[in-house]
């Protein structure tokens, strides 16, 4: 199988190249969900489209269809049908792009019954003792008499029984001689008939699902498989030269082995094919690995490797060992740098792009341009030069410090490129930024974006101006605050002794703030299972705040007691305060204790005095420096966070929004 050549076949609009993968994906082309062994896979980063063989190498005409001889039908990938939920004139069901059209009469067939025509009757089928009739899609499911699934689309039917078939379980008997099991022929039993008897395997050896309704059996070899395996079973010899040099053959019988490629020891997700001649074992979904990859954890490209020779390394995913004697993926240039094989090809961290032969391409994302000692043009300020200032005098005033362009941090002691001729200012670590950046939370880079406006980061939870981390191009346009974008791995943070590392996780409760993440991602410490949620990873570790003159320094629970703290009550909201749970803002010479609710609010990361439109109204942030605190109009409390809304209904009056559990409240 040649894996590197380009296809380009009508049933898509990129080229397409042979995998010996298996995966079990819905093919792009008949949109049946199942295994697919030695497709067509589309090498584009925004599209990832998988084909069975025999549906990419579709006809682009088909003539003398039998329910349509006087045209022929031509293969079109127009989606306007899909969309207006057109059905197929054969089968019944609804059309999806690719199908087959008579430009003539407006004909459509999907792609299925357009290569594979049903007949509108068999005779004498294997299945049944009576002649069988086709059937378009029926209003009401029904139970197909072989398999005991439910059939949601056009059916055999007999007339004389009223039991229905799949379209592909009417070649399907009792009895089978199965080439995955040439011992001794199948039978259909069903499920609850062999339930009683523990000893028999009750999985499908294959796809290890339990059938609920019927299987086939080998009772003399206590071997299992479903009926779609049976009908869609893996392949016997797979011959790929970039896994192997010689045919690997299925092996149909459990066996305790370790696979070459993966390393992972007697692992049921998918059955050994083996070479005797070289006592070469590989998992099915191990076939075919790509040899050079990106992934979201790395910057570089990481290239397979089937013996990497170094001792004690750690996945660059998952933390654990990689032994050296099986395969994994390296980086040529950070030569400490190792992944699992399995770890580095999954779904969430592999873009699913082979890049062997592709040069790779050096892209400029620096963010600026060098004009001067000290002197900068940025791209997020083209009007103007940017000047490095190191001795900065920091207001200690709240409300009149200047803040950072990006980040919308107030700026203090760290140095700073501000513009020479307006106010715009940068934090020379914000400056830096890389244009485009591979992040953890999706598989194609990021790009660096400066716009006015507001976005919700679903990371973290906040609403976030300044500087944003963009995907374009895929289902919907996607963006982060630039906080969360530049985290990585591994991260140091004062709260813990070791570093941490991202993690998916979805019932797991933060170590600080005890509340579930808002996007499932975490850091996390392996070593001492210790979990902090984004939203304080990114809290500053120092903040100005109008209840004290110095600077409040945040304390991480326990080590309060240790720093002076004698005060059990939060000096904005007046409530107890939690130190050994949670974290807060303290000023020790004074004695000053804040929540980190109550000293940064929901709106920390908005512009003061910007103002922002949306279809529910107008918006003001405003500083909460009355000596009066005003009443939220929504939950109708005093309003405690240094940054709140003003909303303006344009009749001159003002609303103020203290949260943004408030603020959604409003829009609902």
Known sequence: MDTTRAYNLPIHNHPLFRSPLFRYFECDGCHVKEPIYGGYICNEPSCHGWFHKECAEAPPEINHYPSHSEHPLLLTNDDSQSRDNSPCDCCGKKLLSPYYT?????????LICGMKPSPPAIENPICHDHSLVFLKKGEVDVPC?????????????????HVYFHLDCVHLSKEVNHPCHPSHPLKVFASEALADNCDIKKMCYFCLVRPENVMYHCLMCNFTMCFGCTKHPPPLVVEDIKTHNHPL?????????????CGLEDSDTTKPYICLKCNFVVHGDCIGLPRVININRHDHRISFTYHHGRRSTECGVCR???????????CSVCTNYIVHSLCATRLHIWNGVELEGTPEEN???????????????????????LRLLKDINVIHDHDQCRRCEACIRIVDFDPIYACTECPFLLHEKCANLPTKKRLVFYTVPYTLEF?????????CGMLCDGFKYALKGTMQDHYIDVHCGSLSEPFSHNAHLHPLYFIRTKDRYCDACRRLPSDYYMLRCHECDFHLCLYCVNLPEKILHMSDEHPLILYYGEK???????????????????????????????EVALHVQCALGDFSRLKPENAYFTKEGHYKVVFNNRYTRPFC???HSRCKAPIILKYNDGKDNGYYICSLSCLSSCWV
């Open 363 to 385: 892209q400029d994302i620096a963010p600026f341009k060098v004009v001067g000692h000290n002197l900068i043009r940025h791209f997020s300020h083209n009007k103007h030069i």
């Open 560 to 590: 309060w007691n240790g720093c002076g703290g004698t005060r059990n009550w939060c000096d904005v909201c007046e409530s107890e305060l939690d130190p050994p749970s949670n974290w807060l803002y303290t000023c020790s010479d004074c």
């Open 633 to 635: 109009s929504h939950c």
């Open 102 to 110: 008579c430009p003539t009469c407006k004909f459509k067939v999907d």
């Open 451 to 459: 716009f006015e406006g507001v976005i919700y980061c679903n990371l």
């Open 145 to 161: 008499e072989a398999c005991k699934e439910s059939i949601g689309g056009p059916s055999y039917s007999c007339l004389e029984c």
């Open 249 to 261: 053959w299925l092996f149909s019988t459990s066996i305790a082995f370790t696979c070459k490629f």
């Open 320 to 330: 654990g060992n990689v032994s050296q004697y099986y395969g994994a993926y390296c």
